[in-house]
């Protein structure tokens, strides 16, 4: 039988203790000839637990801190580049081989540079990915994005050119890091932790898009998504400093992006069919009786 983690055992310990409780209850109501009152329900807690591990929520590569500009970003990833190919360097032999390499490295470098996406006036592709929600247009701010050898994806994402929220997209399976599936990616969370997170259900109107349990720390606020329909769990840290302060950040109104500019409208608008010829005037004794 496989045993469930101790934080586990703990809520369904919990859950069956309240079943146990409620079941009594509508017993005894029936045998009165009442009806049980309904179960009643818990109210999800107003904020993310604070975690209680001595290290905090450790943002990894070390190293990597909120305010960093996109060249510093930049900047810092390229040393971690050179440290993703050297395993490659040390079996390549010289010549041909260290100058793909080398090709390799630049253009890794190059291609994150060149992921910036500016979320300004224009609506972008990002619109149609599971990353929406999580910038908004009009505001100054931005995205990089990049593909490290074995390690997923990784977004990151500016406000006025610094930066504010870190989005990983962290493949799940047997062996891997944060297990097989959603339940274990949060469970291995929680241990680490040394507290349940808070569960948030989607809305799939305002949003969250997807079911995430979250925490937070004094600088860091730790959400966990399931996005395991693809075999993926979304893990995105955010600065509590922005986000506390979100609302003044983005002040810029709302638009529907995929509405056409106006004027671009009226160009691209199929010109109206030309008005025909006036219709005769009708003969209001052609359908009369003759007598």
């Known amino acids: 039988m496989k045993r469930l983690p101790k ?12 079943s146990i409780a409620l079941l009594t209850t509508g017993d005894a109501e029936a045998q009165r ?3 049980p009152p309904p179960a009643p329900t818990a109210a999800a807690p107003v904020d993310p ?3 209680k591990n001595q290290g905090g929520i450790v943002i990894k590569p070390e190293g990597l801190r909120w305010g960093m500009t996109h060249e510093q970003v930049a900047e810092f990833y390229d ?4 440290r993703d190919y050297q395993p490659l360097y040390k079996r390549a032999q010289p010549g041909p081989q260290t100058t793909r390499l080398d090709a390799a490295v630049a253009e890794a470098k190059a291609a994150f540079r060149r992921s910036k996406v500016e979320f300004g006036n224009l609506p972008t592709g990002v619109d149609s990915t ?14 990089m994005q990049l593909n490290r050898r074995g390690q997923g994806t ?11 929220k870190i989005y990983d997209e962290v493949p799940l399976g047997e062996g891997r890091p944060l297990g097989a599936t959603f339940v274990d990616a949060i469970g291995k969370f929680a241990t680490e932790f040394g507290v349940v997170g808070r569960v948030t259900e ?7 898009f997807f079911k995430e349990v979250d925490w937070r720390d004094d600088k860091t606020h730790l959400r966990v998504a399931d996005r395991s329909g693809l075999n993926i769990v979304a893990v995105i840290y955010e600065d509590r400093n922005v986000l506390a302060n979100l609302a003044s950040y983005r002040t810029a109104t ?21 008005a025909g010829p006036p219709e005769p005037p009708k003969d209001k004794d052609k359908n009369k009786k003759k007598k």
């Open 7 to 18: 934080w586990g055992l703990v809520v369904a310990v919990g859950l069956g203790v309240a």
């Open 33 to 35: 000839g009442r009806k």
């Open 49 to 51: 637990p604070m975690v």
């Open 79 to 82: 040393r971690i580049i050179d």
């Open 130 to 143: 599971p990353l929406k929600g999580e910038y908004s247009y009009k505001n100054g701010e931005s995205m």
């Open 154 to 164: 990784r977004y990151f994402f500016f406000m006025k050119g610094q930066l504010w």
């Open 202 to 208: 989607p809305d799939y109107e305002k949003g969250p």
């Open 254 to 274: 709302v638009e529907d992006q995929n509405k056409l500019d106006p004027e671009i409208e009226a160009l691209v608008r199929p010109p109206a069919p030309p």
